[in-house]
């Protein structure tokens, strides 16, 4: 795990995305499809624009899947993901081969786990877009984290503090509106990128770099895990490394 501080979010997005650029482009050298992790938030914000204002990126070549979806709102909902990413990323990627979209609001949510599940376990993952929570959570694994399971994605519980990070960051009005699930990537799916980008900007986030680099991996500290990957570079800038 390798640390880099950036003056600012926005020196922090652009950096994460060149990252991400290059490693697309090297991947797409090699093979005809990359396939790539790609994760929502405001952490994500800087990321994915200057991502898509990056010139020469293969985009028919590149396959995405998102990493978590709240259980039970809609895609035209304002917090949804996928609303996020259409908006965000796909209508901005010009000529993405395809993205595969998680729906929270299936009628058979354990049907929607197996078909993400058959999809994505066909797929050798080339690179991960991702952030860590204020409560250390990685995409939607809130501790105490399922850090063993190898299943690709799984329905999880939104603790508080996850619940309250999505008020603070204004996607929902209150607590009570804030879904408890979401489909989410386990962690173990994570972690078979072959390189992983963590945005992490923000002095909300201090705490959980501080957890990150600090404490023993364990449920209760989920990205902790993030140390023993062999290719995983976290973005920070002044605010969110302040307590190191």
Not at 127 to 140: D, R, S
Not at 159 to 164: A, H, K, L, N, Y
């Amino acid at each position: 795990m390798n640390f880099t501080t950036y003056e600012n979010e926005q020196a922090l997005g652009q950096a994460a995305a060149k990252l991400a650029a290059e490693a697309i482009r090297n991947a797409a050298k090699t093979k005809d499809k990359v396939t790539i992790l790609v994760a929502t938030g405001a952490s994500q914000f800087g990321t994915l624009k200057y991502l898509t204002e990056q010139e020469n990126i293969p985009w028919e070549q590149v396959e995405a899947f998102h990493l978590d979806e709240y259980v039970g709102i809609s895609e035209e909902h304002p917090a949804s993901f996928r609303k996020y990413l259409n908006e965000r990323f796909v209508a901005k990627a010009k000529g993405l081969k395809k993205m595969t979209l998680v729906n929270g609001d299936a009628d058979d949510l354990d049907k929607e786990v197996e078909r993400l599940n058959a999809l994505i376990a066909r797929e050798e993952i080339d690179l991960c877009l991702a952030g860590i929570g204020e409560n250390g959570h990685l995409a939607f694994n809130d501790p105490p984290a399922n850090l063993t399971t190898t299943q690709p994605y799984i329905i999880v519980e939104l603790d508080q503090g996850c619940r309250q990070q999505q008020c603070n960051e204004g996607w929902f009005d209150t607590l009570e509106d804030v879904p408890t699930k979401a489909i989410s990537m386990s962690i173990q799916q994570i972690l078979k990128s072959k390189k992983i980008v963590l945005s992490v900007p923000g002095t909300r986030k201090a705490q959980a770099v501080k957890n990150t680099v600090n404490e023993e991996v364990s449920p209760e500290f989920p990205s902790a895990i993030m140390r023993t990957h062999a290719d995983c570079e976290v973005l920070l800038d002044k605010e969110s490394a302040r307590l190191l």
